[in-house]
């Protein structure tokens, strides 16, 4: 079919549209990967978020920092640089971060939505 995408434009369009659903988290907030995944059309996939961030040429332009484990873990190693940094940018935004992990129910980009829903 002509209307189809080969391989490499289905990958490009993957990625755009993941790197515009992390560009659009707001500051203070977090998502996890999944999270991101289903916003961006590709429920499931968390690890292509996860493959499309370590690609991606502007990725210090993205709040990539904003982007966790869906229990609110850092997924970086802890005490690699990245990890350290990644904990600085978050609390540089009022987000906690305690034993890096981030508390989702306060900070996940839900969690006014879940409040409304379940109270609390």
């Known amino acids: 079919m002509a209307d189809e995408l ?3 434009e289905a990958r ?3 990625a755009t ?10 500051r203070g907030r977090v998502a996890s990967y999944g999270a991101i ?15 499309v961030l370590g690609d991606a040429p502007d990725r210090m332009k993205l709040p990539w ?9 850092i997924g970086i190693p802890v005490g690699t640089r990245g ?8 609390k540089a935004e009022g ?4 034993d890096g992990r981030v508390p989702m129910s306060a900070f996940g980009l839900d969690h006014d939505l879940d409040r409304a829903i379940w109270g609390g």
């Open 83 to 90: 990890y350290r940094e990644q904990c600085r940018l978050l």
């Open 65 to 73: 920092h904003r982007v966790l484990r869906a229990d609110g873990r």
């Open 37 to 51: 995944a289903a916003r961006a059309g590709y429920p499931g996939r968390a690890r292509l978020v996860g493959r």
């Open 17 to 26: 549209r993941i790197i515009e659903t992390v560009a659009a988290i707001p």
């Open 6 to 8: 080969d391989d490499d």
């Open 95 to 98: 987000v906690t971060v305690k």
């Open 12 to 14: 490009a369009l993957r």
